[in-house]
């Protein structure tokens, strides 16, 4: 909705204007009223209404010199539309002179009101049109120039360019300042329209696209001292990460006064972002670090021959040797400050060869690994921690899911398991026992044995204490609680209800109908 202003001396009048006429229509809305040019003039140093429907002859200061006031006042973007008599036509042509292109009759009503509103809203559309475009145009003309300026290889090339942001920004003198977004590719898109959203709210700052999963933001600060600039950027980097996506991480470079050393807080803020990635469940990071460990980016077949390691032990290793080897590792990624994109290069690594370990043993990758899993895994935008994290867990989940594909093709533990089921089907056996017995994880059998027979460990005991009931019920004239007793069942009606849920009938009803087709 554009904002009106109404000018007149006579009440009467603006009532009126106010009732009479559907500015809702319009796109419009009353925003205030003045009864005079000077007290409309006192509303316009703080105000910038879209349009403003004054009176010519008013006492004070009337509607010529109102816009004459305003003009100097540098309110060029105001549209004026003087209502005013029959007789003061003269009055309305020096308007006219003024810049002014509409005019309306009092009493302002009737279809002239339509004709003037409609060609003032379009009007309106048309600048707002316009100036979207140049201040579209204007904002990716600063992005490009700030991504120069940070990439900028020498002073010269570094002072062009602040000359042509000067022209853009003016003159007021700021502190500026490099803020680094790191987060998972996967939300990285959400991340970077949030960022623009809140950058749009901002004076003087700019979202710089940087890569997948990250990008940069430039904010200029419009005070002279450091500390102060270093306290806003902090509450910048508080907002953002209150909106941001989960899992996102913020640092700030030093600010800067002069745009020429904007490398230098970007720079900063890339040596935050090293921290952040090996320092923890921090998620963002301004205050400048004394001392930094140099990030080592030595790549070597080392880690190539860690990550095949790796994967031997999820073949053939138990969980602890794995778990303790994850560790080991990760702790030399801490204490060389190894880069993160080597980190990332490891853990790529070892995802890849547990899933291509896992198809050649006849597993389904896609059952391992989900289309963006391997993304959600290795990001190295989640901080080491999180990283480590992460990978051990698949790493363990395949093992398991390898142990019980081998377990497939020889038999294995699972096979066992059944075997002894079927010689002490009538004993008593939880499966933390069972899985004492054949040294094994009591989740992971019960996990591994639904897999492969379909059905849970009790449920195959039941099974078979129900075959041998049926059994016992077709051949014998046992009775019923002896039956029930015998298979293993310590009271009737556990038997009853086992019987019925798995044959659909009552044991007295299942004997009989056993010997009515044994007669026939």
Known sequence: MHNVLLVDDEPFALEGMELMIDWDKYGFRIDHVCSNGEEAIEYLREQTPSLIVTDIRMPVMDGLDLIREARRLGNVTSTFVIASGYHDFEYARQAMRLGVAHYLLKPVIGPEVDGVLTRVQQQLEEQSRREHIRRTANEYAIQQLLAALIAAPDTRSRTSTEQELGTLFGTASRLWSYLHVQCAISSGGEAY???????????????????????????????????????????????????????SRISAGVPVHDLRQLHFSYQDAQVHSRLLFFGGQDRMRVESEKTMPATSYIASSSLLAKAELISELVENGDAARLCEQLEQQFDHFRTERTAPELVGIFSNEVVLRCVSLYAELGGESSDLLGPTELEQITCVYSGLPVLEKRLTEFCLRCQQEVAMVQDTQTGGIQAQVADFLRQHYTETWTIRELAEKFYIHPVYLGQSFARRYGMSILDFVHELRIEEAKRLLTNTDMAFCTVAEQIGYRGYQHFLKQFEKRTGYRPSDYQQQQQQEQND
């Open 193 to 247: 329209t949030e960022a623009v959203r809140l950058a749009a709210q901002e004076a003087d700052c700019y979202v710089l696209s940087d890569r997948c999963g990250s990008f940069g933001i430039v904010k200029g600060w419009r005070v002279n001292d450091s500390m102060l600039a270093t306290e806003q950027a902090e509450q910048l980097c508080c907002t953002l990460q209150q909106t941001l996506p989960d899992g």
